[in-house]
């Protein structure tokens, strides 16, 4: 079982940037892939992007690529998402989630954080 504690959201105009930090713990929590979600009102959950255990292996949506960062701290259990160059249609909840690798983050993690609200106002 691994619990995931997601935080860092806020409110950021357009053009900002804000971080988003994910704490994992539980057993064997390190060894997992993983990803952050988010989730606009009246949208479907939209994958953002996942990171392997290792560190080495990316992945991100296409709405966030050059603009958004994933990075793990595998010694803290932690997974941060460094978003920059934030739009309004950025605006949504964001879910950090794990699975056993990226593969599973993407289309179906395992574990799910509660969600942490992004703002970004034009």
């Known amino acids: 079982q691994v619990q995931l504690v997601d935080s860092g959201g806020g409110l950021v105009q357009a053009g900002g940037s804000l971080r988003l930090s994910c704490a994992a713990s539980?057993?064997?929590?390190?060894?997992?892939?993983m990803g952050w979600f988010r989730q606009a009102p009246g949208k479907e959950r939209e994958f953002v992007a996942a990171i392997n255990w290792g560190g080495g292996i990316t992945k991100y949506g296409d709405s966030v690529k050059g603009r958004f960062t994933i990075s793990r701290d595998n010694a803290k259990n932690t997974v941060t998402l460094q978003m920059s160059s934030l739009k309004p249609e950025d605006t949504a909840v964001y879910y950090c989630a794990a699975g056993r690798t990226t593969a599973v983050v993407t289309v179906g993690p395992t574990y799910w954080g509660q969600g942490t609200q992004v703002t970004v106002s034009s």
């Open positions: 539980g057993r064997a929590g390190s060894s997992y892939a």
